[in-house]
């Protein structure tokens, strides 16, 4: 009775939360045929329209396998951020061919022929990710790729014309269609994908701009730069003359080879000031967790998480790729320590960032359930599809992860809400579910820490928990603060195993340190060395459905950091684990008759990442 009474209070936000915002979920990264990459892998048909619709619930056709699909919970919110480099080409060339100008002689003519077949005939005999693979960079230094690459586009930035393209204003359009203030948001939005020597220094680009406002520009492409400050700059000047708002989100640090956090440039400089302010201005939040792995942090790189080995993607993003190597400037947990060393030296910190989730589908369909979920590109849609290469050569549809999406605290469903949420980092990240998460600091001293284990919170806590800051504030620090956390289950999820909170900080001497926190657990648990025991796994391996009963629906804390001190700067963040649950590669395996994953666990243990709360003097 308890667990029905409490699925009911979590339809209702005004009774547990002391909040008044509305918490809506959405992906900032989702590709449709537009994209070079989508199209080559068999997307032909899922366009932007597909994807919306997809989203806000509707049913739709599935790009490859042609079955009818639908997402299990509609999103409140979509970016569709199609590669601005080559933006709706290689579909315009399969449908129209080349289009000829009146300058091309005979032998362009007939090598735009020639291409315009190659394009059709590879699509055609299901021939994408080999040709696919033949685009993708051959191994060399990021650095000296990204100068090539530079040199090869001759030199300087030139000035942004006017968008011209069909694909961009069809695009803008169907955003513009799909918009419904108050109750689904349709973001117009593209991906900067830099890979300079196969480094991932991709940067999703989301705008609060309408249709309209999209025509006075074009998207800027790493065609044009591979640098992420050309990036910025670009940004700057768009924004001031069109009074459009932008945000920069980078994904799959994971694939980087130790540049995306670096505290040195592309361009093997040091970072300067000026570019810690740029970056700190543009790059608000940054995506945790999407189908290419999690880029929390590593088990090399924190050694005593014993979460830390969670969808791990060990490949990169190139034809002939050398070992994959993680480094601390890859993933995000080790970036926000290396922001505050940048802070003590520079006077400003650059990863100062928010945490989201996104998918990164390339099938339009924007599928982070494990049970529904659809691949990452349109080819690895199916049980038997998935044990072929998804990417080139290495990586299959299993070692591909459900994830994710972001959850965000607006004040409303729209446009200018939902960026103004992003941009002052009030959002989060989770794996797929969604745990429902609130994470506040106050200064007040009454309110009573919680017990070993963590205890609901008191009835009148929002009245005596004085001035809250939530997720992304920057506070000073204060005596005894207490931090408040409090989550609940996803109703059409599993229940919750923990919640801890991590922290990070910087000593006296400049080095950087990490520690985590087990504030709130499920059940009676036997403590090893101060932390709760793992909790069961009720996986049943031959359905694939959980047997027990194990978990919680809510957790929360009051929590008073025990080793703080006066003259620290630190930031902490929340995570909050469910109870393992199957992965889509088990439930694939099921299907196929198999009795266990092929490839990747059976089990996981899905999360949510709050955004951090930065304490100083």
């Not at 591979?226 to 001031?240: A, I, Q, V």
């Not at 080139?392 to 605290?409: C, E, I």
């Not at 009573?448 to 997720?471: E, H, N, R, V």
């Not at 109703?491 to 950087?512: H, N, S």
Request: charge should be negative; glycine fraction near 8%.
């Amino acid at each position: 009775m308890k667990r029905h009474i409490f699925c009911l209070l979590v339809l209702i936000p005004g009774l547990v939360f002391a909040h008044d915002k509305v918490l809506l979920w959405g992906d900032t990264h989702l590709h449709t045929n537009n994209s070079f990459d989508a199209f080559l892998n068999n997307n032909v048909s899922a366009d932007p329209d597909t994807a919306f619709r997809w989203a806000k619930g509707e049913p739709v056709i599935h790009p490859y396998n042609r079955s009818r699909v639908q997402i299990g919970q509609p999103l409140d919110f979509l970016v569709v951020s199609d590669h601005a480099e080559f933006f709706g080409g290689f579909r315009s060339i399969y449908l129209n061919g080349i289009a000829n100008s009146e300058e091309d002689g005979p032998i362009d003519r007939l090598l735009n022929w020639y291409k315009a077949r190659v394009v059709r005939e590879a699509i055609d005999n299901r021939e994408g990710p080999q040709m696919f693979s033949s685009v993708l960079p051959e191994t060399q230094s990021p650095e000296e790729a990204a100068k090539r690459w530079s040199e090869a586009a001759a030199g300087p930035l030139p000035p942004q014309p006017g968008a011209t393209t069909d694909a961009w204003l069809s695009f803008a359009d169907a955003a513009d269609h799909h918009n419904q203030p108050g109750k689904f948001t349709a973001f117009i939005g593209w991906e900067w994908s830099s890979t300079p020597g196969g480094a991932n220094l991709h940067r999703i680009i989301v705008t609060n701009a309408d249709g309209a406002a999209a025509r006075t520009f074009e998207p800027l492409s790493s065609v044009i730069s591979p640098y992420p400050e050309d990036l910025f700059n670009w940004l700057d000047r768009t924004s001031k003359e069109t009074g459009v708002s932008f945000l920069s989100i980078p994904h799959n640090s994971n694939l980087s080879k130790g540049l995306m956090f670096s505290d040195r440039t592309l361009r093997g400089e040091a970072l300067t000031a000026e570019q810690a302010r740029q970056r700190a201005t543009w790059e608000r939040v940054v995506e945790m967790t999407q189908i290419k792995g999690d880029s929390e942090t590593h088990p090399t790189l924190s050694p005593d998480d014993t979460f830390a080995d969670f969808e791990r993607y060990n490949f990169y993003l190139q034809k002939s790729p050398e070992p994959y190597k993680p480094g601390a400037a890859d993933f995000v947990r080790p970036a926000l320590r290396t922001g505050l060393a940048l802070e003590r030296s520079l006077g400003i910190n650059p990863f100062d960032f928010g945490l989201i989730g996104s998918t990164d589908s390339h099938t339009g369909l924007s599928s982070a359930e494990e049970p529904n979920f659809w691949g990452k590109m349109a080819t690895d849609s199916t049980p038997e599809t998935k044990a072929q290469d998804a990417l080139a050569k290495g990586p299959t549809g299993w070692t591909m992860s459900a994830s994710g999406l972001a959850a965000v605290w607006a004040e409303e469903n729209s446009r200018d809400s939902i960026l103004a949420a992003m941009k002052r980092r009030e959002v989060y990240a989770t794996t797929g579910p969604r745990i429902r998460v609130q994470f506040f600091v106050t200064a007040e001293e009454t309110l009573a820490a919680s017990p070993a284990g963590g205890a609901p919170l008191p009835p009148d806590w929002k009245t005596t928990a004085g001035d809250l800051s939530p997720m992304g504030s920057d506070v000073k620090r204060s005596a005894n603060q207490r931090f408040i956390v409090q989550a609940l289950q996803d109703p059409q999820e599993a229940p919750l195993d923990r919640i801890q909170i991590i922290k990070g900080w910087i000593d006296a001497v400049g080095e950087t340190h990490e520690k985590i926190f087990d504030v709130a657990w499920s059940t009676p648990r036997n403590l090893w060395n101060g932390a709760p025991e793992p909790v069961p796994d009720e996986v049943d391996r031959r359905t694939g459905r959980r047997t027990g009963t194990t978990g919680a629906a809510e957790l929360s804390a009051v929590w008073i950091d025990p080793e703080s001190t006066a003259d620290e700067k630190a930031f902490y963040y929340a995570r909050v684990l469910q109870v393992p649950t199957a992965r889509h590669s088990l439930l694939d395996a099921l299907a196929l008759g198999k009795d266990r994953s092929q490839e990747g666990p059976d089990v996981i243990q899905e999360r949510a990442y709050t955004s951090p709360i930065w304490v100083g003097l």
